[in-house]
């Protein structure tokens, strides 16, 4: 066994393939389009069946928003980026540039799961809305949760190893 793997068992071959990395974009653009469809059924339902006053607007976007503008973020910034400080990519500090950028891919990915909640909090739990108009809020919810799910997938699918791992020793 390698004294520099950390745990005991390795993972299958199969997850190193070409075909699992394909899978993953896939699916994290399935969860993607699934979040869209969500809130875009939450808006169409409220402009056409919706019976009360509380109606999807621009605040309920606005989150949906920022959990995209982070997943672009988030899915911008190599893996290699982070640990490799050099300079032939944008001078020095490279890692360091790479880092900031990914905290705020994360903070505004975070920030559009919070304000998805705000929002139902704000506009539907407090004044006590009826349950198929709160269906709204809580699709909003759903599909920050969504975006967010879709990021890990693309990230963990586009930062996978080969299957050609070359290991270089001196």
């Known amino acids: 066994m390698s004294e520099d793997r950390l745990w005991k068992f390795r993972r299958p071959e199969w997850m190193h393939s070409a075909w699992f990395r394909n899978a993953g974009v896939y699916t994290a653009g399935g969860l993607f389009a699934l979040a869209f469809y969500v809130l875009l059924d939450a808006a169409v339902w409220s402009k056409r069946i919706n019976p009360s006053t509380v109606h999807v607007t621009f605040i309920d976007w606005l989150p949906l928003i920022f959990s995209s503008l982070g997943m672009l973020i988030i899915n911008s910034v190599e893996k290699a980026r ?78 996978m190893e080969d299957e050609y791992a070359y290991n270089l020793a001196l």
Do not use: I
């Not at 900031?100 to 929002?119: H, K, P, R």
């Open 82 to 159: 982070l640990s490799a400080d050099s300079f032939s990519y944008s001078g020095s500090g490279v890692a360091w540039k790479a880092r900031v950028v990914l905290f705020l891919g994360f903070a505004s990915l975070a920030g559009g799961m919070a304000g998805g909640v705000t929002v139902f909090v704000m506009k539907f739990a407090v004044p006590g809305v009826g349950w198929p108009m709160m269906g709204m809020g809580v699709e909003n919810v759903v599909a920050n949760a969504l975006v967010g799910v879709s990021s890990v997938v693309l990230w963990v699918s586009q930062n």
